[in-house]
């Protein structure tokens, strides 16, 4: 009798196993490809998210009867995300000067972990969605993750320190999975 979430291999490709083989558990792999697939959208969105920028402009106001400007030249702010190189901001700057002020993280390292942040977070992101180094990356992003914990545990943010408890345990869950992953370029790493 077979579960519909397991598969036996053929007993005739398993020297020494006898006739039950080993069993592909197929919910544990596409639980682990779930889970590695939206840490890997999140990572890499996040890293993204650290090139982009709000920059006001100023428009004319549409009248919402004509759909042309408004005759009185009334202009309006509005705020337009943009997203270059130059715009590059791995700790906000409202952290960053938090971090300024505490005299436990070193100036040095605090440079060194924003200019690392946002591509390490791509990096990390990009391989576990195709699937190259996930064991490897997913314990990149848990020292990232630790490394943010620190942090917002010296500048007194606990509900950061949750929210990053929460990716914590979703990286956790996806090594606990790691043997069941299926769809990858490196399985070992």
């Given at each position: 009798?077979?579960?519909?979430?397991?598969?036996?291999?053929?007993?005739?490709?398993?020297?020494?196993?006898?006739?039950?083989?080993?069993?592909?558990?197929?919910?544990?792999?596409?639980?682990?490809?779930?889970?590695?697939?939206?840490?890997?959208?999140?990572?890499?969105?996040?890293?993204?998210?650290?090139?982009?920028?709000?920059?006001?402009?100023?428009?004319?106001?549409?009248?919402?009867?004509?759909?042309?400007?408004?005759?009185?030249?009334?202009?309006?702010?509005?705020?337009?995300?943009?997203?270059?190189?130059?715009?590059?901001?791995?700790?906000?700057?409202?952290?960053?000067?938090?971090?300024?002020?505490?005299?436990?993280?070193?100036?040095?390292?605090?440079?060194?972990?924003?200019?690392?942040?946002?591509?390490?977070?791509?990096?990390?992101?990009?391989?576990?969605?195709?699937?190259?180094?996930?064991?490897?990356?997913?314990?990149?992003?848990?020292?990232?993750y630790i490394a943010l914990t620190v942090g917002l545990v010296l500048i007194d943010q606990p509900d950061g320190?949750?929210y990053l408890g929460i990716h914590i345990g979703l990286v956790a869950a996806a090594l606990l999975l790691a043997?069941h992953n299926r769809f990858t370029v490196l399985k070992k790493w």
């Amino acid at each position: 009798m077979t579960n519909t979430a397991e598969t036996t291999l053929p007993a005739s490709r398993d020297v020494g196993l006898g006739d039950t083989g080993p069993r592909f558990h197929w919910d544990h792999t596409f639980a682990y490809l779930v889970l590695r697939l939206w840490l890997g959208v999140r990572a890499l969105f996040i890293g993204i998210e650290k090139f982009s920028s709000y920059k006001s402009v100023a428009v004319p106001l549409i009248d919402p009867t004509t759909g042309q400007p408004d005759a009185s030249g009334v202009m309006v702010n509005v705020n337009i995300k943009s997203y270059a190189l130059a715009n590059y901001a791995g700790v906000p700057a409202s952290l960053r000067d938090k971090f300024a002020h505490e005299p436990f993280v070193p100036k040095f390292a605090l440079v060194a972990f924003d200019k690392m942040l946002g591509p390490a977070f791509i990096l990390t992101g990009v391989m576990l969605l195709i699937g190259l180094g996930t064991r490897v990356s997913l314990l990149a992003q848990a020292l990232i993750y630790i490394a943010l914990t620190v942090g917002l545990v010296l500048i007194d943010q606990p509900d950061g320190v949750a929210y990053l408890g929460i990716h914590i345990g979703l990286v956790a869950a996806a090594l606990l999975l790691a043997q069941h992953n299926r769809f990858t370029v490196l399985k070992k790493w």
